[in-house]
């Protein structure tokens, strides 16, 4: 089994920063590519950013320029660095990873997520 584990979520005035962290722990062969996701109420789940296990990273537009992801691969973990918050970032952010974990001498590769942190940007 593999758990997504997120921290970091809160709440932060406009124009503030949070950094977000998500740890996967398990029978973990592999890890491919890692994001994060949001979803506000009333919207669909949306990609924030992504970043390969070469480190190659993808950023939602609306995010360029003040969100940073960034992993380590010795910890199977993900970061989110957010700066310059707005109250459209309010969301909870999860985790996702792509992962091959293993079962005795069984290999399967794998969607994972996160149970969710809440994110929320407000004077």
């Known amino acids: 089994q593999v758990q997504l584990v997120e921290s970091g979520g809160g709440l932060v005035q406009p124009g503030g920063s949070l950094s977000l962290s998500c740890a996967a722990s398990?029978?973990?062969?592999?890890?491919?590519?890692m994001g994060w996701y949001r979803q506000a109420p009333g919207k669909e789940r949306e990609l924030v950013a992504r970043?390969?296990?070469?480190?190659?990273?993808n950023y939602a537009d609306s995010v360029k320029g003040r969100f940073t992801i960034s992993r380590d691969n010795a910890k199977n973990t993900v970061y989110l660095q957010m700066n310059s918050l707005k109250p459209e970032d309010t969301a909870v952010y999860f985790c996702?990873?792509?992962?091959?974990?293993?079962?005795?001498?069984?290999?399967?590769?794998?969607?994972?997520w996160g149970q969710g942190t809440q994110v929320t940007v407000s004077s």
């Open positions: 996702n990873a792509h992962i091959i974990d293993y079962t005795g001498s069984y290999y399967y590769n794998r969607n994972y």
């Open positions: 398990g029978s973990i062969f592999s890890i491919n590519g």
């Open positions: 970043i390969t296990s070469s480190m190659s990273t």
